[in-house]
């Protein structure tokens, strides 16, 4: 347990010398209704931003704080919600989603709210969550097909390539104390031969980690899904929505919510807060709005009402291409952040943005939308020969991203259910593509990744799956959609303690921050977990509502799940497997050997 864990789960076993247990989480037991505070009703909340923090955010204002849904109003620079869970287009132009979020059981604030949200097309009494379940339950995901390399070749992905000092370091790491890799990347830490194996190409392509990133934040998301090791080969630790996440969880929840007369604001962007800051207290007193007409405006605050800030963005400046045009890539526009910066100039609790978005060369990349029109398309053909999944059947099919080991773009692409679009006809099958390494030079397509227009891209993606043969049949039933994000990985920069601001900073009665660059205990970023762990944080801390945040799953101190790890990165032998078996035979606990 951190130290300021305590803050956030209150209610834990307590052993005989008044230490917390380890694994505090008590069940069913801290699911209860909350008392909100006895003004609540006469209280106003204004979120900053429509991102799913935000949306999950007011959820919990309304659920659990018992605020009425009239007095919250969501602020937003955009003409609609969802920040960076996007999904839209037509048989015109093409369908595009900038990203998706992998998914797994064990994201327990958001599913403790999607519980609670009627389902997309299901009728009541049934839930987001019940919807997400029987879809995944009923069709599992898992990748037959999740590397390949010369022209569309399978690669054998289940031993992960890494020598005994490679997995001395992964346990090194995991043993560290987290300060020990402030400011440190993943290259500081793991020689060339670590970045090399399977593993690691596995690893960075899930999670879209470079190396020059941050070794803190690689250490988090080790402790975090150590449970998914066993599962990375094939993806099968992994579920996803029917639908791209927009409709799939955006949609529902903003139906809720306007149901409950929650207020949207759009094209309005919030570009600072007035603060009256003494020694020990940090009350928002006004709102600074800027609205796309260019004209301005000031919401008065008072004390007791709240303030929630979505600071930073990982999907700011977006650059759109097509077909015949790159997508623009907007180097270090800084729009969507002036609101951190200026409230860091207030206070040295608020962070230091600058530490996030000041080099924007090492967050910078590409995703692609693919739209393949037509039954009998190639890439389709392709994909089916791949995995052995029908594209269009409605079910599973990639079952994750499709690496290509031997790309320089270090390209990727998945195919989730089709239809992934409401209004997307039948004998489409639209697939999400990125580069993470969009600088360096094409193989077939010798330019960088940014410089390419959608057609360019496409033929460098029919090169590594082998289907440049049949270029022209592609290119004439294919619409390309392309995003160029300058910020979609700033969140794991190299970082320190205090670079992020704390959910609640340090003194501020009516303020609380939201999101992907706020610190959380013992939790990792560009999740939806993430997002929905700090909206339960923010809520439940400035309304001082008697229930406990969930705690992360524990798996990190799970002999089960260290175990199966341990055999995962040790390419399927399990360390010391003849000893333990020797030890454990015969006894209760013989079982737990994976």
Same mark, same amino acid.
């Given at each position: 347990?951190?130290n @300021?864990?305590?803050i956030?789960q209150?209610?834990?076993?307590?052993?005989p010398?008044?230490?917390?247990?380890?694994?505090n989480d008590?069940g069913l037991?801290?699911?209860?209704?909350?008392?909100?505070p006895?003004?609540? &009703?006469?209280r106003?909340?204004?979120?900053?931003?429509s991102?799913i923090?935000s949306l999950?955010?007011a959820a919990?204002?309304?659920?659990?704080?018992?605020?009425?849904?009239e007095?919250?109003?969501?602020?937003?620079e955009?003409?609609v919600?969802g920040g960076?869970?996007?999904?839209?287009g037509?048989?015109?132009?093409?369908?595009?989603?900038?990203?998706?979020?992998?998914?797994?059981?064990?994201?327990?604030?958001?599913?403790d709210i999607?519980?609670d949200i009627p389902a997309?097309?299901m009728?009541?009494?049934?839930t987001v969550?019940d919807?997400f379940r029987i879809?995944n339950?009923?069709?599992?995901n898992?990748?037959p097909?999740?590397v390949?390399k010369s022209?569309?070749q &399978?690669?054998?992905t289940?031993?992960?390539?890494?020598?005994k000092?490679g997995q001395?370091?992964?346990?090194?790491l995991?043993?560290?104390?987290?300060?020990d890799?402030?400011?440190k990347s993943?290259?500081?830490?793991? *020689?060339?031969?670590?970045?090399?194996?399977m593993?690691y190409t596995?690893?960075?392509?899930?999670f879209?980690?470079e190396q020059?990133?941050?070794?803190?934040?690689?250490?988090?998301?080790?402790?975090?899904?150590?449970?998914?090791f066993?599962g990375f080969?094939?993806?099968?630790?992994?579920?996803?929505?029917?639908y791209?996440?927009?409709?799939?969880?955006?949609?529902?929840?903003?139906r809720?919510?306007? *149901?409950?007369g929650v207020q949207?604001?759009y094209?309005? =962007?919030?570009?600072?807060?007035?603060m009256e800051?003494t020694?020990h207290?940090k009350?928002?007193?006004?709102?600074?709005?800027?609205?796309?007409d260019g004209?301005?405006?000031?919401i008065?605050?008072? *004390?007791?009402d709240?303030?929630?800030?979505?600071n930073?963005?990982?999907?700011?400046c977006?650059g759109y291409?097509d077909?015949?045009?790159p997508?623009p890539?907007?180097?270090?526009a800084t729009?969507g952040?002036?609101?951190w910066r200026n409230?860091a100039?207030k206070s040295?609790?608020f962070?230091?943005?600058?530490?996030f978005c000041?080099?924007t060369? &090492?967050t910078v990349?590409?995703?692609?939308?693919?739209?393949?029109i037509?039954?009998?398309?190639?890439f389709?053909?392709?994909i089916?020969e791949?995995?052995?999944?029908?594209p269009l059947?409605?079910?599973?099919?990639?079952?994750g991203i499709?690496t290509v080991e031997?790309s320089?773009?270090c390209i990727?692409l998945?195919m989730?259910?089709?239809?992934?679009?409401?209004g997307q006809p039948?004998?489409w099958g639209v697939?999400w593509?990125?580069?993470?390494?969009p600088?360096?030079q094409? *193989?077939y397509?010798?330019?960088? =990744?940014?410089?390419?227009?959608g057609e360019?891209?496409?033929?460098?993606y029919?090169?590594?799956?082998g289907?440049?043969?049949?270029f022209d049949?592609?290119k004439k039933n @294919?619409?390309?959609?392309l995003?160029?994000?300058?910020?979609?990985?700033?969140?794991?920069?190299?970082?320190?303690?205090?670079?992020?601001?704390?959910v609640?900073?340090?003194?501020?009665v009516?303020?609380?921050?939201?999101?992907?660059?706020?610190? @959380?205990?013992?939790d990792?970023v560009?999740?939806?977990?993430?997002?929905?762990r700090?909206?339960?944080?923010?809520?439940?801390?400035?309304?001082?509502?008697?229930?406990?945040?969930?705690?992360?799953?524990?798996a990190?101190y799970?002999?089960?799940?260290l175990?199966?790890?341990?055999?995962?990165?040790n390419?399927?032998?399990l360390?010391?497997?003849k000893?333990l078996t020797?030890?454990?035979?015969g006894?209760?606990f013989?079982d737990i050997l994976p």
């Amino acid at each position: 347990m951190t130290n @300021t864990q305590h803050i956030y789960q209150k209610t834990y076993p307590i052993s005989p010398d008044g230490n917390a247990y380890v694994h505090n989480d008590l069940g069913l037991y801290t699911h209860n209704h909350p008392v909100p505070p006895k003004d609540v &009703k006469e209280r106003k909340a204004y979120l900053v931003g429509s991102g799913i923090g935000s949306l999950i955010a007011a959820a919990f204002l309304i659920r659990d704080g018992q605020m009425p849904g009239e007095n919250i109003t969501i602020l937003e620079e955009l003409a609609v919600p969802g920040g960076a869970f996007d999904g839209n287009g037509d048989t015109d132009k093409g369908f595009i989603a900038r990203g998706g979020r992998e998914m797994g059981q064990h994201f327990e604030c958001f599913w403790d709210i999607m519980r609670d949200i009627p389902a997309l097309e299901m009728p009541a009494p049934y839930t987001v969550l019940d919807e997400f379940r029987i879809t995944n339950e009923n069709d599992p995901n898992i990748s037959p097909c999740r590397v390949i390399k010369s022209g569309g070749q &399978k690669v054998d992905t289940y031993k992960m390539g890494i020598n005994k000092k490679g997995q001395r370091a992964m346990v090194k790491l995991l043993l560290a104390k987290e300060e020990d890799t402030y400011y440190k990347s993943i290259e500081d830490w793991f *020689d060339q031969d670590f970045l090399d194996s399977m593993f690691y190409t596995l690893w960075k392509t899930m999670f879209a980690f470079e190396q020059w990133q941050s070794l803190t934040e690689m250490k988090r998301y080790m402790h975090r899904f150590l449970q998914y090791f066993p599962g990375f080969s094939d993806l099968s630790c992994l579920r996803f929505s029917k639908y791209n996440q927009y409709d799939s969880f955006v949609v529902p929840l903003v139906r809720w919510l306007e *149901d409950k007369g929650v207020q949207f604001v759009y094209d309005t =962007m919030v570009y600072d807060l007035d603060m009256e800051i003494t020694a020990h207290r940090k009350v928002v007193r006004a709102i600074d709005t800027r609205h796309r007409d260019g004209t301005t405006d000031s919401i008065a605050v008072t *004390d007791k009402d709240l303030v929630f800030v979505t600071n930073g963005s990982l999907t700011e400046c977006t650059g759109y291409g097509d077909m015949n045009h790159p997508a623009p890539y907007h180097r270090n526009a800084t729009d969507g952040w002036e609101l951190w910066r200026n409230l860091a100039k207030k206070s040295r609790v608020f962070g230091r943005p600058q530490v996030f978005c000041s080099d924007t060369d &090492k967050t910078v990349w590409e995703s692609v939308s693919f739209n393949f029109i037509g039954e009998n398309h190639p890439f389709l053909r392709k994909i089916k020969e791949m995995t052995g999944n029908d594209p269009l059947s409605g079910r599973t099919v990639t079952g994750g991203i499709i690496t290509v080991e031997d790309s320089s773009w270090c390209i990727s692409l998945t195919m989730n259910r089709q239809p992934q679009f409401h209004g997307q006809p039948k004998d489409w099958g639209v697939a999400w593509a990125y580069g993470l390494y969009p600088f360096a030079q094409g *193989d077939y397509v010798k330019k960088p =990744m940014l410089e390419c227009t959608g057609e360019e891209i496409l033929a460098e993606y029919c090169y590594h799956f082998g289907l440049l043969s049949e270029f022209d049949e592609i290119k004439k039933n @294919t619409k390309v959609r392309l995003a160029t994000m300058p910020y979609i990985t700033a969140f794991f920069m190299p970082r320190g303690k205090g670079d992020r601001p704390q959910v609640i900073p340090e003194g501020c009665v009516n303020l609380a921050f939201l999101g992907q660059f706020v610190e @959380t205990p013992d939790d990792c970023v560009f999740t939806t977990e993430g997002s929905a762990r700090t909206a339960m944080m923010a809520v439940y801390g400035l309304l001082d509502l008697d229930r406990d945040i969930p705690p992360i799953w524990p798996a990190q101190y799970d002999i089960r799940a260290l175990l199966a790890a341990a055999k995962t990165m040790n390419s399927g032998k399990l360390p010391g497997e003849k000893m333990l078996t020797r030890l454990l035979r015969g006894t209760y606990f013989e079982d737990i050997l994976p």
